[in-house]
């Protein structure tokens, strides 16, 4: 195909129209490679082409993204300012550890948000301490119970002791008692028994 000036009026006017070279050939009936050969040769300024168009978004995309990692810039404890927030972000012995390095909030030194955090994890501390400390009263109260339940078991089991110990005694007592009735029967009983043995003595002294 040859270029003819009026080809070439079209060919322009395409370009200029932002249309693409696959659309250009099309009209001119030619190949899009012939369309961008003949673009280079004629030297024709690059337009905002739909490639280009749909492009764009993309690297403001790209942009916003990068904008965004950089954003944070890693506080450092040699960063950070009065005016920094000074709390910290990742584990210390990492590599990535720093400081939030947000404005503080007036006299606080962390940022709002940060404030909130350390303020809600200070109360809560102050209330777990308080919890804690109630806690250790009442197991020590309930120690304390535990220990006057097991003197008073105590003293109950030695009482009952005493008085078992008690009734020993006094059965003992009894026993020896039985035994003191028991030796003066005996000894009535002799006594009673004596007289005769005499008389009976008596009989044989006569006897002889
Ligand atoms: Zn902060």
Request: aromatic residues 4%.
């Amino acid at each position: 195909m040859a270029w003819t000036a009026e080809k070439i009026k079209q060919l322009k006017k395409l370009w200029l129209k932002g249309k693409s070279t696959i659309e250009i050939g099309k009209e001119l009936g030619i190949s899009k490679n012939a369309v961008v050969g003949k673009v280079h040769r004629l030297e024709l300024a690059a337009r905002p082409s739909p490639i280009k168009r749909v492009q764009k978004p993309t690297t403001a995309t790209k942009q916003k993204v990068v904008k965004k990692e950089i954003k944070p810039k890693k506080m450092t404890l040699m960063d950070l300012k009065l005016t920094s927030c000074r709390w910290p972000i990742g584990d210390p012995k990492d590599e990535d550890f720093h400081f939030c390095g947000a404005d503080t909030v007036t006299g606080k030194p962390y940022c709002a948000e940060h404030c909130k955090v350390a303020y809600t994890s200070l109360k809560e501390l102050t209330l777990q301490n308080a919890k804690a400390k109630k806690e250790k009263e009442e197991q020590e109260l309930l120690e304390k119970q535990a220990d006057a339940l097991l003197k008073e078991a105590d003293e109950k089991e030695s009482k009952k002791t005493k008085a078992t110990s008690k009734k020993k005694l006094s059965l003992e007592e009894q026993q020896s008692l039985w035994e003191q009735q028991a030796d003066a029967l005996l000894a009535a009983a002799d006594e009673a028994e004596a007289p005769k043995k005499r008389a009976s003595s008596k009989k044989k002294e006569t006897a002889i």
